[in-house]
């Protein structure tokens, strides 16, 4: 399974931006999907999710400003993000859990990482 992010690159503050996340290589759909995000000289940090039943949920850092959604049949998340913030400055980073053959058990697959770079 193979993850292909796209959609990063410079914005001025309050500036939106669209980033966009295809899987390929398995014929099952994905259950979650979702996006982390890394600054530099920090952590990881989680962003925003879809559930496989649907459920959204984001950081409180980006309510109200990111938009997350999915495309079920394209096994395809996005991430629209509005109003961006020097703060928001990153590599975003795509994942989706895709259920293995064990039952129950879910794989977590990467996408390679989109950098989003906030600034006037």
């Known amino acids: 399974v193979q993850l292909q992010a796209s959609g990063g690159g410079l914005v001025q503050p309050r500036g939106s931006l669209r980033l966009s996340c295809a899987a390929s290589?398995?014929?099952?759909?994905?259950?979650?999907m979702g996006w982390y995000r890394q600054a530099p000289g920090k952590m990881r940090a989680w962003v925003a999710q879809?559930?496989?039943?649907?459920?959204?949920r984001y950081a409180d850092s980006v309510k109200g400003r990111f938009t997350i959604s999915r495309e079920n049949a394209k096994n395809t998340v996005n991430l629209q993000m509005n109003s961006l913030e020097p703060e928001d400055t990153a590599v975003y980073f795509c994942?989706?859990?895709?259920?293995?053959?064990?039952?129950?058990?879910?794989?977590?697959?990467w996408g390679q990482g989109t950098l989003v770079t906030v600034s006037s």
């Open positions: 994942y989706a859990d895709i259920p293995s053959k064990q039952p129950g058990v879910l794989t977590r697959y």
């Open positions: 290589g398995s014929s099952i759909s994905a259950d979650g």
């Open positions: 879809v559930a496989g039943g649907g459920i959204i």
